[in-house]
Structures are given as structure tokens and as C-alpha cells.
């Protein structure tokens, strides 16, 4: 079975600075994906970004961007010039390439809870 | 655009009185995915429905009930609510889809039901 864990309970970040959130995996496979959803109070959990693991090239979306190291079964998450709207709970999420059962399902990390200070 | 719809935003059951949370997507998606999700935790699996064929996870109590009579609409019953049963219910769908750029499954979620149980 996979687990996805994310050792950070809580980080905080300045306006306009950058954070760097940690997520660490272990998995026997060797095709799988990786995700961050965002997750702002009492809103929907939205996709930040993903990673197929295939891929060498860290993907990015705008501000984010993602390091992921697949030997280290790491996969960490930088946001740069930080806003106020950048404040939420991140999961971090792993689901395998398989399309078949279970295999379907992603598997969360605990969250790491994101505070902006102005 | 709203394209996982959860009904209603927030639902207050009595102890042992059996509720039905809904859930309805316009993205034409195969899969659908019914999470719990108890404060401050990552999102825990109950079951899914890929087309019509559904998917229990092995830890899911036998309280909890899903039926899905039509692609669009998936619904959550909880036969007999208990206090542990207060939570965020979390309803996703996804669809395998192949682009130029590879092979993606994102998974799309509602904005959730938050359940008390008094």
C-alpha cells in the first residue's frame, strides 16, 4: 500500500516571499502520480498542480511549482510571491497509473496547514 | 461554473435518523468518488462508482450505503448516523483522458456537505 506523508503541520510565509511545502511518498510502483490540492475554509479542494512520474521535467503552473526527486520519493511544492488568497490546507496526493480498482482512489497526506501574513 | 454540485451545503440528522447527501456533476465524467473527511485529517475514501459498477473500500462501515441510478447524480446514504459519523462529505469525479501531452485523470471535487449528527 502507498502512503503520502507530509511532515509539516503548519507553515506560515510572508507576503510576497516564497515557502517551501514537503511531501514524501513511498510506493513499490513505478508509474504513478503525484498531486497538490489546495483546500481555502469552508471551500472546495482545488488541483494546484501534478506530476507524472514518468516525466523528469518538474511541472509548474504559474506561481507553483513542484520538486520532485523520484529516487527520494519526494515531492515538495513552492509557492513564490505568496498572496493572502494562498492561504489554505495543501494535501499532498499519490494515485497510481493503474486505472483498474482500488488503484483508482487517491491517497492523501495529513495537509499542511498554509498561513499568509500580510 | 459549478461542475460537482453537492446538496445541501450543510445537513443536521438526528442520532440514528438515516440521511442522504447528493452529489451531481455536469462534466460527463465516469467516475464518481464519496469521501469523508473529519476536521483537520486528509480525506478518507468510503467508496466509488466507475460507470455503474461500485467500488467499497474494505474499511468503509456497512452504515454507509452509495447508489448512482444515472451518470450525473451519486448519492450517499448513511443508514444510521452516529456521532463519529459528523464530518465534511467530499464527492469527486474524474475521467481518464488522453491528450497530446500524455495521459491525465484529475480528479474534480465538490465544494462538500458538512454533516452534524445531534
Known amino acids: 500500500a502507498q502512503t503520502v506523508t507530509q511532515s509539516q503541520p503548519e507553515m506560515s510565509v510572508q507576503e510576497a516571499e516564497t515557502v517551501t511545502l514537503s511531501c514524501t511518498y513511498d510506493t513499490s510502483e513505478s508509474d504513478y502520480y503525484l498531486f497538490w490540492y489546495k483546500q481555502p475554509p469552508s471551500r472546495q479542494m482545488i488541483l494546484v498542480i501534478r506530476q507524472e512520474a514518468y516525466k523528469q521535467q518538474n511541472a509548474t503552473e504559474n506561481r507553483f511549482s513542484v520538486n520532485f526527486q523520484k529516487a527520494a520519493k519526494s515531492f515538495s511544492l513552492k509557492i513564490s510571491d505568496s498572496q493572502l488568497g494562498d492561504a489554505a490546507m495543501y494535501f499532498c496526493?499519490?494515485?497510481?497509473?493503474?486505472?483498474?480498482?482500488?488503484?483508482?482512489?487517491?491517497?492523501f497526506g495529513s495537509g499542511t496547514q498554509l498561513t499568509v501574513l500580510p | 461554473d459549478a461542475m460537482v454540485i453537492q446538496n445541501p451545503r450543510y445537513q443536521v440528522t438526528q442520532f440514528g435518523k438515516p440521511v442522504t447527501l447528493s452529489c451531481s456533476q455536469t462534466l460527463n465524467h465516469n467516475v464518481m468518488y464519496w469521501y469523508q473527511q473529519k476536521s483537520s485529517q486528509a480525506p478518507k475514501l468510503l467508496f466509488h462508482?466507475?460507470?455503474?459498477?461500485?467500488?467499497n473500500e474494505a474499511d468503509t462501515p456497512d452504515n454507509f450505503q452509495s447508489r448512482r441510478p444515472n451518470t450525473s447524480f451519486c448519492f450517499l446514504d448513511i443508514r444510521s448516523p452516529g456521532l463519529g459519523d459528523a464530518a465534511m462529505y467530499l464527492c469527486a469525479t474524474s475521467r481518464k483522458i488522453k491528450d497530446p501531452s500524455g495521459t491525465k485523470n484529475i480528479q474534480y471535487f465538490g465544494a462538500g456537505t458538512r454533516l452534524s449528527v445531534l
Open positions: 462508482y466507475y460507470d455503474k459498477d461500485f467500488n
Open positions: 496526493a499519490y494515485r497510481s497509473a493503474s486505472y483498474s480498482g482500488s488503484a483508482r482512489q487517491l491517497t
